[in-house]
Every structure is written in C-alpha cells, then in structure tokens.
C-alpha cells in the first residue's frame, strides 16, 4: 500500500491476534472461501477425466488418492464445514439476527453484537471443522 | 488560599512523588521531509491516574517541542487524539498509562488514514463519508415554523439510536476495520453507523435515500461483520451492530 | 446490477449450496468413500438424470458464489476504475467458463458420450 | 505574495455558536460563499463538552413563565447583565430548541414524548432542557450534522487566525495559518462572526478543552475592539480531582450532596432556600469557605477538596441520566459514583467577559460581530447561571448569522487591501515569534502563568494577591519564551502553542487590572477586602482597551429595564 496513504494493507490481516476471535473467523472465511474456490475449480478439472474413459479417470484417480491428496482433501473438508458453518453465521448476523439490540451504552462499553452467541457461533464452526476433519481422515485413511 | 499549582499541572499531571517510569516510544515522520518514519523514545514518570496523552504532552513540554498530536478536550468528547497505542487504536486521553501493563508505551499514527505528520492524521475523508451518508433528520418540515413545537418521541424511541448518536468521530473505528487496511473506497463504519443513527431515529423519514447511497459497490457489503470497530470504538456506538441492522432492511429482513 | 442483488444472489447461492453440497458428499459417504469414487459407480451417477441435474445445479450456484466471492475479495484488495472494471468482468468470464467446462462434461457423460 | 482566499463571510470558530451562526447565514443568504475557520477540526470544539444543560422556558403551561428566566439570570448576574440582553435571551430560547429538535437533537424525554428538563443552579423552574448528560456534545453534533445539508458553507479545519484586518472602520479580512501546511494566508471577507469560545485555560485548573486559550479575544484587542467585563470568572463548584474534568451541576440537580468532613450538607449554612442548587458563585465560596475553616477533606495529592454524593440516587439513575460522568469518574478518577463519593473543587469555568458587542452581537468595528463565549454582549453580568451559556451561543449564533449575512449581501468592499497590515501581521508572528530567540521553556512559563492566575485570581481575591499576580504576570513576559524550536512548517503546533501563550499574556492582565479596580464584591468577583457589592460605584461595566504599554481601562453604563438591584438571596 502506498505510504501516503498509510493503509494497513493485508499484513493487518494477517495479525488478528489483536481484535479477537471474532477477526479470526473473519480471517478464516476469507481463506476457506478462496480455498474452497480453488479446489472448486481443480475439482470440476478433476472429474472432467471422466470423459477421457475408465483408463484416463482411474489414472488421475490415482494422482490424487495419494497421501497428499487425502491431506489436502481433509483440509478440503475442514474449509468447507468451517466456511459453511461460519458463512450460516454471517449470514444471520447480516441479516441482523442475534447482533443485540440498540440500547443505552454504559461504560465500560461492551459491544452488544460481539455477543456470546456469535462466539459460540464461531467457536463450534471450528470445532465442527475439525470433527469433521478427522472424520474425513479415518474414512480415508481407515481403509 | 489553598495551593492548586501542581494537582492539575495543566495538560499534564505533575509527577508529585511518581516513582514510576515508562519508556515512551513516539512515532516521528513527516512526509514533507522525511523517508520513513522513526521511533524516539523517551523515558516519562506516571501516575496511576496519567493518561497516554499526558505522557504525550509531558515530551512536547520538556524534551522535544516538536512532537506532532492532535487533542483538545482530554476527556474523551471530541475525538481528537485517536491514534495506535501499543497495536491498537485508541484515544490517547482515555487509556491511562497504568492500564496497559507495560514499561514500554508504543504511539503511532492510526492506520488507514494519511499521516500529516507524526501523530496527526488527515480526517478528510471520514468527513466527506460521513457527509456523504446525509447525516442529518430528512424530512419536509426539518425547519421551524414560528410557534411549531417538538417533533414527539418517546424515551423508548429515543433508546433505538442513542447509543449510534454517541460517535465522537474519532476515527478508531476506520482504523481498525480490515476493509479498511486495504479498501480506500469503502464507506467505513464510522459513516454506516451514522446511516443507520439516522434511519433509526423515528422523527427521520430519509430511509430509502440514504439505504440507496450505501447500496454501492464500496458502500455496506464490503462489511463482513469483523467486529474490530466495535471493539475498539471508545464511546459504545458498535458500529457493528448498526451496519448488520442496517443491512437487514436492504435484505429483507426488517422493514 | 445493484450491489444488493448480487449480494443476494451471493447468499441464496450458498444457502441453496448447503443442501445440495450436503446431498453431493453423503452420496460419496453412503456408497462408501473408495467405492463411490469407482469409475463405473461414477458414470452410474452422472447417467441418473436427476443427480446429474442436481450436479449440474451446483456447479452454478457454487461457480456464481464462489467467483463473486472472488470479485468482492479483488474489490476490496485494490481500487480504481480500470482495475474494478477488469475484475468484474474478468470474474463474470471466468464464472462463464467454469461452468461451461463443467457443463460439458455432466452433458457428455450423461448422454454416454464418453 | 502572500497566499489569499475569498470569503463573502468569514465565521473564525466553529463552537455552537460559530456552527449555528453558519447555518443562520446559509439560510439566510444561500449564494453567500460563506467559510468557518477553527484552529481545530470544526466538530472538536470546546463547546462538545459541555454536559448539563440549556435553559429554556418550554413549559408555560405547566408554570414556567419567560419572565422568570429574566428574572433568575438577572439576579444570578448579581444585576450587572443588561436586562433588555438578558431579556432577549429567554424570549428567543424556546423556539431554538424546538429547532434543533427538528434538525436531529437526541433530547431525553418525558414518558408523554416531550422533551424533558431537569433542575439547575438559581433557577426557580427546572428549565435545564437536556440530552442525557453530553448536551453540548449532542448539540454539537446536530449542527454540525444540519451543516453538511448546506452546499455553500466551506470548512477550514485546523487553520489559526491571527489577525483581524480592517480599515479603521470597516471589516476586510483576516490572516491565518494552515497547520498541516503551515502556510500563511490572507482570507478576505466582507463579514466576520468570531465566536473562539472563552479562554478558561488561563487558569492551570480548568474544566476547558486544552484549546481554550485567549487568541481570540486577543486579536479583538489588537483591532481596537474592548475587552468587557474579564474580571468575572466563573469557577465551577464540582471540578474532580485530580484531572479538573467538570462534574455537571446537573449531579446536584438531580439530588447530588455536598459534604464536609463532618459529613454535613454544609450548603444549609449558605443557601438554605436552594442548598446545593444555589448559583456557582456562592457555592463555590461556600466550599472554599469550609476549606479555609477546616471542615474540607484533603486529596492524595495533596491538594484541599470537598466531597461530592451521588451514592443515593442510585446506579441506574445515575447510569441513565449522569452517563457521562460515570465515564468521566471511574475512568479519570477510579471512582463509581453509586459506590463513593468524589472528591471535588472549584475549577476554572467560564468567562462572564469578552468581545464587548451591543444587543446584537455587533462590535465596535463594522462588519464584525461576536458570538458565543467569546462576545460580551452582557447576558450573564457578574455571574453566569449553569445551563445558560449553550442558550446564549445558540442564540447569539443565530442573531448575529442573520445580520451578517444580511450585512454581507448588501456591501461590497472598496477600499484598497491594505498589504502594509499584513506584512506587520506577519513580521509580528514570523520574525517576532517564528524566528524569536531565547532560551525559557515557552511551555514552563505558560504553566507558571496559569499557575499564577489559579492562586492570585482564584475564587476569593484580594488586593495584596490580585497585585502580586499583576506583577508576576509581568515578570514573566520580560523572559525570553518568545521563540518557536520547532522549525518544519507542517502541523507546527509548538508555533500555535507560542502564539497562544503570547495571547494569554494581554489577556490575564486585563483580567488581573479589572479585579483590582473593581474595589467590590459582585458575582463570581469576591474580594476579602471588600465584601460587599457597591452599587454606587461599580455599577458598571469594565472596558479594556488595547495599548502596547499597559491597557487603557473605562468604563460602560449597565442596562437596566425593569430589576432595580436588590440584595441577592438564595
Ligand atoms: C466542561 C464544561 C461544561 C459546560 N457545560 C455547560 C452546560 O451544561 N450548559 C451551558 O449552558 N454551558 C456549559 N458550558 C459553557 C459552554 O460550553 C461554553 O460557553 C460554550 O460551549 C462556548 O461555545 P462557543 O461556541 O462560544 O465556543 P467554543 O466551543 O469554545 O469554540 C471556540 C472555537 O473557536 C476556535 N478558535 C479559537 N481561537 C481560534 C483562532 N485563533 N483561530 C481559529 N479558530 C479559533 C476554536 O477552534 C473553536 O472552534 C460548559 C463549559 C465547560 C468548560
Ligand atoms: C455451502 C455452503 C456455503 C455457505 C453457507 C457459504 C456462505 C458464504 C457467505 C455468507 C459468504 C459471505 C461472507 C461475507 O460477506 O463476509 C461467503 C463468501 C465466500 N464464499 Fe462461500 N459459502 C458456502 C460455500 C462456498 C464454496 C463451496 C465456495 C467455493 C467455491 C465458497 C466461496 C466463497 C468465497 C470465495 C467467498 C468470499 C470470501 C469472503 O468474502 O469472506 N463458498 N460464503
Ligand atoms: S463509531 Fe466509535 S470508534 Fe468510530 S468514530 Fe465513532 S466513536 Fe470513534
Ligand atoms: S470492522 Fe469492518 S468489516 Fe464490518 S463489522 Fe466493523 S465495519
Ligand atoms: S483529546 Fe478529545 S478525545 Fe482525546
């Protein structure tokens, strides 16, 4: 970012020890979604080997049943129980669902929509994605 | 006559027995002249009560006249001295030296707004943003009348934008937004919670103006509900929670 | 388009990709995760009309939310007429393509073209 | 050559008045290229802290009448306000809350919808119309919103006037800096409104904004404008220690205690009709009182205080109505007022003089007027009523935006620009200030000079005191401080710092010559050695005039309409 400016620029994102968990799950959405994005993309490339017949779909099948391919594809599932999970949250929180009602601030000030409820929110969005995580590495793995 | 002369040494608490020292390290930069900016760094006495700015101010008195800050008030009302303390954004004259736990106080300017230089940033287009959301009651008979009298509003009413009316405009808000640190087209938080101060206020009738002028490619939807502006905002508005309300009318949600 | 409608497609997208993502990975999980990634058990699928449709529908709606996504990322990187103008459309072209490439092969595989 | 802008009227200060004078004239005249220029960004102003009230009578039918507003600010003014000005003030009060209502204002509400108003220092009705406990903040805030509906008015942020420019008669400009730049400009004008608030910081223990100094008077007083009235100080009962933040009168007007140390309600001794309510000038010499006769408390650092309860109103009282000095307490002072009790002390508050203007905010130069805390048009006498300072800004705001904008579309300018007031301006502050050597701390001697007024010119005066603060006050001008060490150009605040020690220098002397004149007790002015008010020879009003040795001193008759002056009683 230009110096006159002053911006944070992305290096701001990349601490957000700073402001809670509530920038990390914002951090984390941004990364699941261009994640997801990314396999998206390799995944329809992926399965047009179909039409390459039996040969050309197995042969790629195995590229990818490989123990880096199951790495990536936990990591896959974890994105997506996360960025889903996460996403249902924003979702209402945009819709101004659960962000608290306006009311007379008292000090020391407590934001009412860095509620409870959003944390929990975020918390078992993680913790979702990891269960499922796991789960996805013992089918995989498990066989 | 009693003594006042060294309570309230003025812009400064006297250190009267303070034996405590802190190590301030104050961000100096002028674009005019310089590449980069540079730490000083200046060893001050505190009290329990002494504020950052005091600390602040204390330099400009006694070592270096030159330190560049912007203040007035020093009670948290005008929103002057807002600027990063120890990594986050917060005013100066609300964060008492004793609250941050550290030997070493760290000042820079806040982000996401041009330095002018040192501490003093450019507020220009915070002004024009929240100028731009029509922060102010629209309706046909905005101007007085002669003998009319009050637009009536119950208390109850009143507790529906209140807490938004509270923004001092200091900007922290805008600092710490990760939109923001990147999005210099983005409207900020600063100027959606006024959009929705107003549009909450039962005497306004602007609603579909302004939800019109935020519906823009850099207005509210590049809010994803980070929360850091509520945060860190030091006067209660949760801008947060303005911009999600606000977004709900333009989803559907509420009407 | 009014920022607000693509937004709204942005979340009707995901809300609807929930379900159908949903229906997408149990399929792989019920037949079995290995098995289910058979070639003759992958054609048998796309060869049953309705779940190469449903297929065929998250490709869409996936491509639509995911390259918008993309867009809003992009937006917020970095400004200016131009640069705002090429991410656009570039995403537009992109979604486009994407789903075309994805087209092809639910529709050739499921008229046995392969 | 001197960097130039062009104004149709020029409005120096962007308080409440400042601010409601630009929408006045925005109105009035909306091709009128108007520009508000502060030394600070327009919405920081000092007015924004301004926390309990603005008087009004709003509730005829309910018992308040017009008259008794008159009546209670004249008798709060110890009959020194000119009452056809005091008058005036009431009479137009009503309808500009009405309209700031309908601009925005976040006024608190009774249960029935109407705006609420709560109990004040000297009134008899309670007429403090207010919003929670940050009124001047909200007021700002709605005037400053109103504002931006205005295309025609332009915003000068952080620029610092130095001089006024005038022919002898009439008004042509100003000359200013812009801090960011440090650029040295002209800005000519066919009008000017000053409204740079009051200069409480010539006192080190003081409730004002740090940028509360005297510039503006001063640059009055160098264009041959009087100073009237400087002696009257206000000194706020309820400043907390240690920091000198206001506690709003409003604490005691919704039940707050004073107590000694014998736990005593001692305002029973004073003012047993009002007790805590009685005006700021005679609590705050009840409290000093009790601090002289040993029943007052002392703080941890040293100093003599009293101590303020607020503990029986309870917390959510306190909460919804005293929000702000909640705030103000546990954060400053690391006390919650529904647990303990704060400690207190009478604190530099508000300046009763200023800008001498007739009725109309009009000064002795044409095309200038005066506004707000800065003008003197002599609504509060010898001692202002809490609440009714934000209703004179407002008012004055108003009156004088009008006139200058009427004044503005109807002149032009013929007159040559005289070039030589600006290059003597600018040689004054460029070669005597900028430029200046010496080897004093210019920050040291501001802290001694403040000091000085804060023990010399405090609450109760004397002449011994009053003359030995007069002499230190020279001392100290005779030491070298007049030099700038800073020397960029961008955002040079040890140059604006210096030019308002300069400033403070004229100023405090007047205040000092006048309370040494003034052989009287009157309002806010108490002298040990002369503790009655003295009708028959000071019934008047003080002018300062300017002069480079000492100022010349006069003299200026009261108003009075219809209150002969009776002996005050609470
Ligand atoms: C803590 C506190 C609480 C108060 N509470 C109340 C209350 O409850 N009720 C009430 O009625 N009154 C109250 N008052 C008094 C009231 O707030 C002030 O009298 C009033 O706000 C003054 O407003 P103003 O517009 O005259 O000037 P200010 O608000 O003081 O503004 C002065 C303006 O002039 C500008 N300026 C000054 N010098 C220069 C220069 N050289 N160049 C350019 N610009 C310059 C400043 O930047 C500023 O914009 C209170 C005062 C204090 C200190
Ligand atoms: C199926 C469930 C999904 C849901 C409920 C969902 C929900 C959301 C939501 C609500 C947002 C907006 C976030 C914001 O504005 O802050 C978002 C953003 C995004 N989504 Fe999804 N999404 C889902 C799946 C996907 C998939 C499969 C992809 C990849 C193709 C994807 C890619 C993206 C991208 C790139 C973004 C932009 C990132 C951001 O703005 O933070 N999403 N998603
Ligand atoms: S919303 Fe809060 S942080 Fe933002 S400008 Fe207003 S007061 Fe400051
Ligand atoms: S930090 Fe920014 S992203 Fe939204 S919730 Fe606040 S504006
Ligand atoms: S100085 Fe006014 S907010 Fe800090």
Redesign the pocket.
Known sequence: MTQDEHKEGIKGMVNPGRYGIERVA?WL??LS??G??A??IGHIYETSNILRGQVGWTEFLELTQTTEGHAILAIVIAM?VF??VN??R??LG?GGIGVGKPARPDYPYDPASQNYRHKIGIYSAIVLAAVAMMYGLAVMFGE | MAQVSGIADEQTSTPLSSSNTILLRISRFNPEHDDSSQFMEFTVPYERWTTVLEAILDVKKHFDHSVAVRYSCRQATCGSCGMMINGKPRLACFTKISELNSNVVTVEPMNNFPIIRDLAVKFERLFDTHQKIKPYLIRDDSELVSDEREFLQSPEEVEQYIQFANCIKCGLCNSACPTMATDSSFVGPQALAQAYRYVADSRDKGKDSRLKIIDDSHGIWRC??AGSCSQVCPKGVDPAMGIQLLRGYLLGFRS | MRESTIMKI??GT??A??AL?AVHILMRLTQGFAESLEYESVLANYKFIPYAAMLELILIL?AV??FN??R??LLELKQGRSYEKAVSYGCLAAMIALIAYGSRTIIMTNMGMV | MVESLEFDLIICGSGLAGLRAAIAAAKKGPNLKIGVVSKVQVMRSHSVSAEGGTAAVLFEEEGDTIESHVYDTVKGSDFLADQDVAERLCVEMPQEIHQLDHWGMPWSRRPDGRIDQRNFGGYSFPRATYASDKVGFFEMQTLYDTCQKFENIEYLNEWFVSSIIHDGKKFMGVTAIELSSGTFYTIKGKALIIATGGAGRLYSFSTYALSSTPDGLDMGLRAGMALKDMEFVQFHPTGILPSGILITEGARGEGGYLLNNKGERFMKTYAAGKMELAPRDIVSRSIMTEIQEGRGFKHETGVDCMKLDLRHLGDEKIKEKLGGIREISIKFSGIDPADDLLDIRPVCHYMMGGLHTNIDGATEIQGVWAAGEAACNSVHGSNRLGANSTSECIVWGKITGELAAEYAMNNTSSNPWPHHLVSAEEKRIYDGIFRGNGDVNPYEIRQQLTDTMNEKAYVYRNETNLVEGLKKIRELKKQTWKHVDDKAKEYNTNFSNVMELDSMFRVAEIVLLGAINRKESRGAHARTDYTKRDDANFLHHTLAYYDPNEPIMKTYPVTITKYQPVERKY
Do not use: D, K, P, W
Request: hydrophobic content about 55%.
């Open positions: 914002y959405m941004r979604g261009l997801l994005l396999y998206f997506c960025h889903t996403g249902i924003v979702m945009h | 994803h509900f | 942005h979340y995901a809300l990709a929930v993502v996936l939310h995911g996504g993309l809003v990322i």
